[in-house]
């Protein structure tokens, strides 16, 4: 009888095991985030026996690098997350699945997320990943020069006619920058420019053209670049240097990300603020997008309907309300950003986030395109052309809509 038993438990066992489905998920998160993911999904893990997910954590700055070798080689991980710009390239690969059979089978709401974080994933009536994580950018203020210069301290400037005038002030009264724009190049260039450039009623590339042609060189987008101009040259109020007044108290308002609410309190000697950024009287508020998307490699039936549901939870609104409150990042859905829950959690212990939870709603995403990389490069060239008078803003923008359309429509 004992050994009916013991064989008995062994076979109980082994159909437990090999019943199991084992899922590879790669991702980029370190530090408390990391933390907070592997926290997640031990839990996923034991309310779900009958699926294993094993998160494998591969630095940013690998990650896509090493999604694309693994499409090549045929070995790529069960699922994985990219940061939103890295989206288009892998879904051009063609080996990622179609997730609005899912979707729609399981009634799962598409029209909880903000729109703006699920552009990356749409191809036509199909949708290839889901938001995961967002961040978007705002106004930080150091409000111990407002003082200094004799402003209040708790009222940051509404307007880009405010944030001129204050910046004279501070810089009149302190001998210090009012505003630092960031001038390094790159996409950190672009990207900031882009919100003043949607703020006046601008698009960046044409969503008609389906993202195939450029938008930039538009009134709205002289207009943008010459308050840049203007700032740096004629106001003389933000400095052309490289990135990092701000952090040391030599400029007094900067704009960045909402991720700094967690990093700038601990490495600053000064009084922070947050707001949505300014923007023209005539303008609208904007912001510009960032965050994770999350996605499934093509596998048997069994690991992509195992790898659906960890997707499933991982951006139900319970477990999104979690996972926002202990990293910092920006809901994607609004069922979190409208939460009692997470609404209260913010005010009593991250106020400086609040700002940016509020801005979500005009958060714009940059072109879903696979050559994303090499047009940013292109217009933030023209910037800082501009910036240092090597030509007019018109001129600026016209040399880079040129480049920008030739590489959008290459034979």
């Known amino acids: ?22 899922l590879v998920f790669w991702h ?26 094993q998160p494998v954590f591969i630095p ?4 896509l690098i090493k999604i694309q070798t693994s499409i090549l080689s045929g070995q790529t991980p069960d699922f994985a997350i990219s940061d939103i710009i890295g989206v288009p ?47 978007n950018l705002g106004l930080f203020w150091n409000k111990n020069l407002f003082k200094e210069a004799g402003l209040d301290p708790e009222t940051p400037p509404k307007t880009w006619e405010e944030l ?11 001998g210090k920058f009012g505003y630092e724009l960031f001038l390094d190049g790159g996409e950190g260039t672009t990207w900031q420019w882009q919100i003043f450039l949607w703020q006046v009623g601008g698009e960046f590339l044409d969503p008609i053209s389906n993202y195939r042609k450029s938008a930039f060189n538009s009134e709205s987008g002289v207009k943008a670049l010459q308050f840049w101009v203007d700032l740096t040259n004629e106001y003389k109020t933000s400095p052309i240097a490289p990135w990092g007044l701000f952090g040391r108290g030599e400029a007094a308002m900067v704009m960045d990300g909402s991720w700094m609410t967690q990093f700038f309190p601990m490495q600053v000697n ?18 510009n997008m960032g965050g994770e998307q999350i996605f499934i490699f093509e596998k048997n039936k069994a690991k992509v309907e195992a790898s659906w549901e960890f ?7 319970e477990i999104q309300i979690d996972w926002d409150k202990a990293t910092g990042f920006i809901p994607v859905k609004k069922s979190v950003a409208e939460s009692e829950n997470y609404n209260a959690y913010i005010k009593n212990t991250n106020r400086l986030l609040l700002p940016f ?4 709603q005009y958060a714009h995403a940059r072109p879903p395109i696979k050559e994303y990389s090499q047009v940013s490069d292109i217009v933030s060239s023209a910037i800082m052309s501009a910036i240092y008078k090597k030509s007019t803003p018109q001129e600026a923008l016209d040399q880079a809509a040129k480049q920008v359309d030739l590489l959008l429509n290459k034979e």
């Open 60 to 63: 940013g700055s690998d990650l």
């Open 28 to 53: 980029y998160w370190d530090g408390e985030n990391g933390k907070k993911l592997e926290a997640l999904v031990e839990k996923f893990n034991s309310d779900h026996p009958e699926i294993e997910v």
């Open 89 to 135: 390239l892998i879904l051009d690969t063609g080996k990622v699945v179609d997730l609005m059979p899912f979707v729609e089978k399981d009634n799962y709401d598409l029209n909880d997320f903000y729109e703006s974080t699920l552009v990356y994933g749409r191809l036509g009536e199909s949708l290839y990943s889901i938001p995961v994580s967002s961040s």
């Open 1 to 22: 009888m004992k050994k009916i038993f013991l064989w008995l438990v062994i076979v109980i066992v082994s159909v437990f095991m090999f019943g199991k489905t084992e």
């Open 311 to 317: 997707i499933k939870w991982f951006t139900s609104t």
């Open 357 to 360: 939870i509020e801005v979500q």
């Open 270 to 287: 000064f009084e922070l603020g947050s707001a949505i950024f300014p923007y023209p009287e005539d303008g609208k508020p904007a912001t």
């Open 164 to 174: 001129i005038e204050f910046s004279e002030i501070i810089k009149e009264k302190t």
